[in-house]
């Protein structure tokens, strides 16, 4: 156990109703990129909010350089050299890259902030972190994955020995990965210690040395990080999953969504297609491509300029959200917290959102029947929730999406449109997702489903659609396309011109 | 687009209320210097005044009755409303010196916070009346105003005889801190202790309003149902507590106010409140223009000039509604 | 910080869980009781009848405020357009010579109208809510100014009576106030607008993406706000039996701090009818109680606020600990 520059040793944590950690250890070797892999729901974010200072365990204790520490603040956790980068920055977005980087200690010359001298050690951390950017851009201007290496700058400027980053990897793009990769290996080699929590399990032989599984709030295994793929997941959800994408192909019938001719000038053009009963539809392309845009432009969440939308034989009036729920449209939107779910509210009022205006007599709205149409719901889809009351921040992510998922489901929606429908959402929940898509289609409703993850396009879509800058660039049969099928399509119009 | 779509909506919007407002400063002050022909010294002295608020009918009187000196001595008076605003206020004499008046009367928002307008009007030797309120930290031409103290005791003698010499009064406060307020209680504070009979049980603030003063009383009665008197340091406080006190008001408590209010003073004739004492607002605002004519006209005047306060009782009351 | 919190939340019981969630309940118990130690007039029926009567104009406001606070609003001309729609009753009833009960309707509709312009500004011209009802509380208190030329208008008898007292125990303005926290908590609870604004608090977009026509509900709660607030206003105005345009002016930031102590969020999504009540209620104790202690005018404002400081601030604590 020498080398360990922090152990953790039985760590418990209980919330209301949840036992988060129940005995949780994990060793951290200088120098090294430690993997920490689980489920939502496992305990990963419950572990580095107490290695960070922001909970405090109710058992186990943390050793660091063999002495027991305690960490109750996140001014503690500075102090020992633990720097955490959340998927949420901690940045100003107001404030200059500069700023950012001296946040809370700016330098100081005669009373005054410095900032000359703040300008020169915010270019010395950047050049660190392989960053070309003026260090008095606001922040805000940067793109996500500048904004990332600010962050990871910020820890070095507090000369940290640990850097714990909560899926780093989430919201960048392929080669912005590759930059992030490059930089974590630098530091590596420098002497710090790296806890690396990712759900992409391809990443984990390229970047770590070492991972640490946790199952239900206990670390179950600790292996290196060239354990096949197959032994993670098994180890990650307790039993192997046979078919990760266990799509079963229906018929198609009627069209129940169709788009003609769909434009808004300046972010899509001419967008046609169509989804029939019992099929679903996937949509590739690489971020910025326009899918978002067309889903909620479809919904009626966004006007367009031009085009038609039918739902089952009815035209769509352009941006009137009620009219396509009304006419069977349903909109699982990419962005979960902030546009999917009233976070402070329980289950069952998410899940009765939708239906709230029919459950509707004279004014009055029918709670009871509400609420059992939230239980059966809730049931179906297997939420793991303490009851209908627990407020839906205190959910998982992946039970989230379910919430999200599922007050269409009240709502008796026909035509789905999953936007990113899996994203942070761990492997058991994202199958039961899988299932649910194949019982909808089975029983003769539509699924359009957006996705950056071209492993799920291609495993539970019968058809699917590739955008590139706002136009849909090409059409494929899901069966026998592969990933370099679809993403040769989504580059290839690159080359050509923007949406006027 | 949208800034010039901004400036025209402004510019509707103001050109609108001038045109409301035409009808009352600057057609008054017209009025004023046409009518004001036969009489001495007054002509076409341009005269601005600041009036702390409009939103009291106290406050009216008194502004009705420097217009009608004004219009009297051919004077022509500017009146500007500082809404209960300091800084406003301070504002407006500002903008009355770079009009050229001859001379400006301040009726101040808060004592203190007039002294740089003052200072301001000072340095262009522009004479200037405080009126009903005094200005501290700077020099005035003088300052007419209401004996508050005076009239704090003769509250005191008037709730004193009406309750026969002894008993349990309480005293219902305007705004903490202001003058108005310590002055009457200053004055009747004195003025009690002439009658070692009479307890003062309680002191409570109900901010100068009607609606305070119900509640207040009630509160108040809860905890000294035995009541015999209560002194009010201003009318709507008076009539607060007399809803609160229902029949017994003017029975076994005597009521007495402050200010002379039209309200105040129907309560007065009707016997629910005993007495009020009586603020001249009209002969203050015409006293405050006389200054302010001789001192444009460079005579010398008395630094000081206090406005008698009245009593209003049942038997005089007639003759204060008719004014 | 951390560590005794966390232990506190392992070892709740359920009596701890509904005392954290009845924080404000508690609180109320707590000052009543010691303000039954502390006065022996305090717990007296009539007191505490007294009590409500003085807490029902703020209650009535606070219920309106609750709809608006619930969606992440904020109403800061309550105060004014219940002095508004006071004034438009009494005008209605007696210069303008209406029957009581149209001119009644008239009050009413005011307020919902005056609600109503502050949703069009609100959810149509994209005004931030503390904005548009800013201007609201100008505009409202102008015009009651205005159409009563600035002194208070007697009310209709008929209307005056909600201020009396049925028999000896049986205050209108109790019942009233009961009424509309009844008709609020209904509203909350049971009904599409009330779930709605739940919705809308909690997260505008994800309401919206629901099916949920955000700007037409917006229109519902500010049109509801105004509504109370009229029916605030005819009541304070039926305690003193006459509309004064200066009457309720502040009282917004008491029906806040009501909705907040009750245990609302500013920043929306959360708060309940009885909460609010309990807020008001609390307000309406305390400032009855310094009456009744004889506490010193500058004392008191120092104790309200620190009781509101402090009432939120357990509030925020619990739920940092549960969250």
Wanted: charged fraction near 20%; hydrophobic fraction near 50%; glycine fraction near 12%.
């Amino acid at each position: 156990m020498t080398g360990d520059i922090l152990r953790a040793e039985g760590l418990r944590k209980q919330f209301p109703g949840v036992l988060a950690l129940d005995g949780v250890d994990l060793s951290l070797r200088a120098g090294e990129v430690h993997v920490l892999l689980g489920e939502n729901g496992a305990g990963k974010s419950t572990l580095i909010k107490i290695l960070s200072g922001a909970y405090h365990p109710d058992g186990g204790r943390v050793v660091m350089d063999g002495r027991p520490v305690r960490i109750r603040s996140a001014g503690d956790a500075r102090a020992l050299g633990i720097a955490t980068i959340y998927q949420e920055f901690n940045l100003v977005p107001q404030l200059t890259v500069a700023e950012n980087l001296a946040l809370g200690r700016p330098p100081r010359r005669f009373g005054l902030v410095d900032r000359a001298r703040m300008e020169r050690d915010a270019a010395g951390l950047l050049a660190r972190v392989d960053v070309r950017v003026d260090p008095r851009t606001p922040v805000g201007r940067l793109g996500i994955a500048r904004m990332q290496m600010v962050e990871i700058a910020k820890a070095l400027a507090l000369e940290a020995r640990i850097l714990i980053m909560d899926e780093p990897t989430a919201v960048l793009t392929t080669g912005e990965v590759e930059k992030l990769f490059a930089i974590v290996r630098q530091l590596r080699d420098e002497g710090v210690s790296i806890v690396f929590i990712t759900h992409h399990l391809e990443e984990i032989p390229q970047i770590g040395d070492r991972v640490t599984v946790l199952r239900d709030g206990r670390s179950v295994a600790e292996v290196p990080a060239s354990t096949p793929h197959d032994e993670l997941v098994r180890l990650m959800v307790g039993r192997p999953i046979d078919q990760q994408y266990p799509r079963q192909r229906a018929r198609p019938g009627e069209p129940l969504l169709r788009v003609t001719g769909l434009t808004r000038r300046g972010v899509f053009a001419d967008v046609s297609f169509e989804v029939r009963a019992g099929e679903v539809v996937g949509v590739a392309g690489l971020v910025g491509a326009g899918r978002t845009e067309v889903a909620r432009a479809v919904f009626g969440a966004d006007h367009y300029d031009a085009g038609e939308v039918t739902v089952n034989g009815r035209r769509l009036p352009p941006g009137d959200v009620h009219a396509a729920m009304e006419a069977g449209l349903g909109l699982v939107p990419e962005d979960r917290k902030g546009q999917g779910l009233v976070l402070g509210a329980a289950v069952a009022e998410n899940l009765g959102l939708v239906t709230l205006r029919d459950a509707t007599r004279a004014g009055f709205v029918d709670r009871r029947g509400q609420r059992s149409a939230a239980a059966k719901v809730a049931d179906q889809l297997g939420i793991r929730m303490a009851g209908l009351d627990q407020e839906v921040r205190t959910l998982s992510g992946g039970n989230q999406q379910k919430v999200v998922i599922g007050k269409w489901l009240v709502a008796g929606a026909r035509v789905l449109i999953l936007d990113e429908p899996t994203r942070g959402v761990d492997v058991g929940a994202r199958v039961e997702i899988y299932q649910l898509v194949n019982e909808l289609t089975a029983a003769g409703d539509a699924v359009l489903m957006i996705s950056s993850d071209l492993p799920e396009v291609l495993g539970m879509s019968d058809r699917i659609l590739v955008m590139a800058r706002g136009r849909l660039v090409g059409e494929l049969p899901a069966a026998g396309a592969t990933q370099d099928d679809v993403m040769a399509m989504a580059v290839a119009e690159v080359e050509g011109g923007r949406v006027q | 687009m949208r800034i010039s779509a901004t400036v025209l909506a402004t510019a509707a919007l103001v050109a609108g209320l001038a045109g409301c407002g035409s009808s009352g400063s600057a057609g008054s002050a017209a009025s004023a210097g046409s009518a004001g022909g036969g009489s001495a010294g007054g002509a076409g002295v341009k005269i601005g005044m600041s009036v702390s608020t409009l939103n009291n009918p106290y406050f009216v009187q008194f502004r009705d009755g420097a217009q009608a000196a004004a219009a009297r001595l051919g004077a022509a008076l500017t009146v500007t409303d500082a809404q209960n605003d300091a800084s406003q206020q301070v504002n407006q004499v500002q903008n009355f010196t770079s009009q050229n008046m001859k001379a400006i009367i301040i009726n101040p928002v808060d004592s203190d916070a007039a002294a740089p307008a003052v200072k301001a009007a000072d340095r262009v030797s522009i004479p200037v009346i405080a009126a009903d309120r005094g200005v501290n930290g700077a020099e005035v031409a003088q300052t007419v105003a209401s004996d508050n103290v005076a009239g704090g005791r003769y509250a005191a003698q008037e709730l004193a005889k009406a309750v026969g010499g002894s008993g349990k009064v309480v005293v219902l406060q305007g705004v903490p801190g202001t003058s108005a307020s310590r002055d009457r209680g200053q004055g009747f504070t004195e003025g009690i202790k002439a009658y070692p009979g009479i307890q003062v049980v309680a002191q409570q603030p109900a901010d100068f309003d009607r609606t305070k003063g119900l509640d207040v009383m009630t509160n108040l009665l809860q905890s000294h149902p035995d009541l015999n008197g209560v002194f009010a340091e201003n009318d709507e406080m008076a009539l607060g507590a007399v809803k609160a006190l229902g029949a017994k008001a003017g029975q076994q408590v005597k009521v007495v106010g402050f200010d002379g209010t039209p309200e105040g003073l129907k309560a007065v004739a009707a016997g629910t409140m005993t007495a009020t004492i009586a603020q001249q607002p009209k002969l203050l605002g015409q006293r405050a223009v006389e200054a302010a004519v001789k001192a444009a006209n460079g005579e010398t005047i008395a630094k000081t000039v206090a406005v008698p306060v009245k009593v209003a009782t049942k038997a005089n009351v007639a003759q204060f509604q008719t004014s | 910080m951390a560590v005794s919190s966390n232990v506190l939340v392992q070892r709740r019981s359920p009596a701890a869980v509904w005392l954290a969630e009845n924080g404000a309940l508690v609180a109320l118990v707590v000052l009543v009781v010691g303000l039954s130690v502390l006065s022996s007039d305090f717990l007296s029926v009539t007191n505490l009848l007294n009590v409500g009567v003085q807490a029902a104009v703020t209650a009535i406001l606070a219920f309106g405020s609750t709809f608006v606070i619930v969606t992440g609003g904020i109403d800061l001309s309550v105060g004014s357009v219940a002095a508004l729609s006071a004034i438009a009753l009494a005008w209605g009833a007696t210069p303008a010579g209406w029957p009581w009960p149209v001119a009644t309707v008239a009050g009413l509709a005011v307020g919902v109208a005056c609600g109503l312009v502050n949703a069009v500004l609100i959810a149509y011209g994209k005004l931030p809510p503390f904005i548009a009802t800013l201007a609201m509380l100008g505009v409202a208190r102008g015009l009651a100014l205005v159409i009563s030329q600035g002194s208070p208008i007697e009310l209709p008898a008929q209307v005056a009576h909600l201020g009396d007292t049925i028999g000896r125990y049986l205050p209108v303005p109790v019942i009233v106030m009961v009424v509309m926290g009844v008709v609020a908590a209904v509203i909350l609870n049971r009904t599409y607008a009330g779930r709605a604004m739940y919705a809308i608090g909690g997260n505008e977009e994800a309401a919206r993406l629901s099916g949920i026509k955000v700007d037409r509900q917006k229109l519902i709660t500010y049109a509801l706000s105004g509504g109370f607030a009229a029916v605030a206003g005819i009541v304070l105005a039926s305690r003193l039996a006459s509309a004064q345009p200066q009457a309720a002016t502040g009282y917004e930031l008491d029906a806040i701090a009501a909705v907040v102590i009750g245990g609302a969020s500013l920043s929306g999504g959360k708060g309940r009818a009885l909460g609010t009540f309990v807020g008001a209620l609390i307000l309406a104790v305390l400032r009855n109680g310094l009456n009744l202690l004889s506490v010193s005018a500058f004392w008191q404002q120092v104790v309200i606020g620190v009781v509101i400081a402090l009432a939120v601030l357990v509030d925020t604590l619990r739920r940092r600990e549960t969250s």
